[in-house]
Structures are given as structure tokens and as C-alpha cells.
């Protein structure tokens, strides 16, 4: 990115599973442009970590640790951020996990746990987020971080996953409908495998080759393709752009 462009001067932006991964490198592009973040993960350790490497761009972002299936940290969490910076521009749904486990084989107890990071922790997130929005600009932008697999089903990824991907690609559709009068916009992103440590939860590391040819473009995603996507839905060149999900995934699904 131009070291000019410097789409998100004194936002604040809100991302959620941000001490690595994915979110690590959404935070960072959001820094790089002038953003000041507001950074959630459950790993203490990995937080602290990446506070200091995205401080080097955006001195005043803070972390906030807290496990997003509770809503009392959330709650806290987000009081917190509103004395911090008084509201929340732009919101990144990011934190997720991915268990591989065959549909016959999903306990309850680990269908609860997926629900409940990928789409509860969301959920829980976004009602805060978006009643701060309300309250103190009605306006703001909301990005969810779906996945292929919530539109085709998963290769690799157990059911539970694909399903609460799915869940989150039509909570953006329907936060984009009840939001829409009140300024704020929610969209969401469905990458294919991206080169994560999430490989290493679904063992798929030594795979990679046989993933990156799955796709059009035959490479797997980096952290930066679908950081990219992101910031565009949350700029303010994609305000007539709301309840979409832009696939970033080299092609392997066009729809
Ligand atoms: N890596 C991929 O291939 C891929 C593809 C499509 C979508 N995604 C999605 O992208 C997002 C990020 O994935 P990643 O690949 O960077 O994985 P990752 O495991 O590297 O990062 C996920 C982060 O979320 C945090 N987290 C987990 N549970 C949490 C909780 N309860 N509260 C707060 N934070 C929590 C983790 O501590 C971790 O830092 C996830 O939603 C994932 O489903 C990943």
C-alpha cells in the first residue's frame, strides 16, 4: 500500500482475534493507514506481542484481552474501548476457530464451542459495537470474516465450521437491512485457505500444494489478500456496498 494513502485517519477500528493471523495483519493495514486500533484476542501473550509490533505505526492502539463467548467480558470490553476512544468507527468480526472433525464424530460439546467463537462470539460483539455506533455517530462499517466453506460447504473444515461460516454471511445480510437507516454498512469476506496456523489446527500444513491448486490462481491466500478486501469494505469508497460478500479465494468459487 502507498505509504500516501492513508484512507483511516484517526478511526477507530475494532478488530477481534487480532494478536495473529488474519486479524494480525487486518490491524496492521488499518495502522499502516493512519487508524487507531483497538485490538481484542483471548491470548494475553500473543496480544502483547502484537500491540507492540502495531504501535510502530499507530502509537495510541490499545489491547483489550477478552473471550469473546462471554458477554460480560464483551460488555466490558466494549465500555472499556468507549472510555478509551469514545466510540468505534469501523468493526472486523475476525476471531474464529476451525476444527476438522468428520460430521459423524462432532460431539455437542464441540459444535457448542464452534457456534459459539464463530457465531455467538459475533453476535455478542456486533450488538455492543452497533448500539455504540448508534448512540454516538450513527454511522460505522461492520465486517464479517466468513469463509468459502459457508457458501460450498467445507473440504477440510468439519460441519459445524461451514455452518457458522454460513451464519455469519447472512448475520451480515441481515444487520445490513436493520442497520441501513442508521448509517452503518456490514458486509462480509469469504477467503479459501489462507497460510495461517489455522492449517495446522485442520492438519492440513503438509496439504498446501494440493490446496493452492484449488484454486484459479494457483496459490493459497496470504493474511494481506484478505486484509486488502477488507479495508476496501470498510473505506469510504464502498459506501453504497452493503450485504455482500467478496470471496477471496483466487478464483475458486466465482459467484
Ligand atoms: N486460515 C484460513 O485458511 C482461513 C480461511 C477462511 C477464513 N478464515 C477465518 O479467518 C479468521 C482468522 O483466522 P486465522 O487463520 O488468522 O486463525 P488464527 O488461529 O491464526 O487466529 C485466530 C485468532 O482468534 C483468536 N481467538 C480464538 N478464540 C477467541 C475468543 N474466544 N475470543 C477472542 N479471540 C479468540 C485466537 O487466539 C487467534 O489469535 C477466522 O475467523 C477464520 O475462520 C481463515
Known sequence: MDSQCRRFENKVVFVTGAAKGIGFAIATAFAKEGAILAVNDISEE?????????????????SYRADITKSNEVAKMVDKIEKDFQSIDILINNAGIALPTGFLNISEQEWDRVMSVNLKGAFLVSQRVISLMIRTKRKGKVVMMGSLSGKMGGVATGMHYSVSKGGLIVMARQMAREFASSGINVNAVAPSFADTDMLKDLKLETKKDELAK???IPRLATPDDIANAVLFLSADGSSFITGETINVAGGRLMD
Open 46 to 62: 500473543n496480544l502483547r506481542n502484537a500491540l507492540s509490533m502495531i504501535r510502530q505505526y499507530s502509537p495510541s492502539s490499545v
Open 214 to 216: 484449488m484454486n484459479v
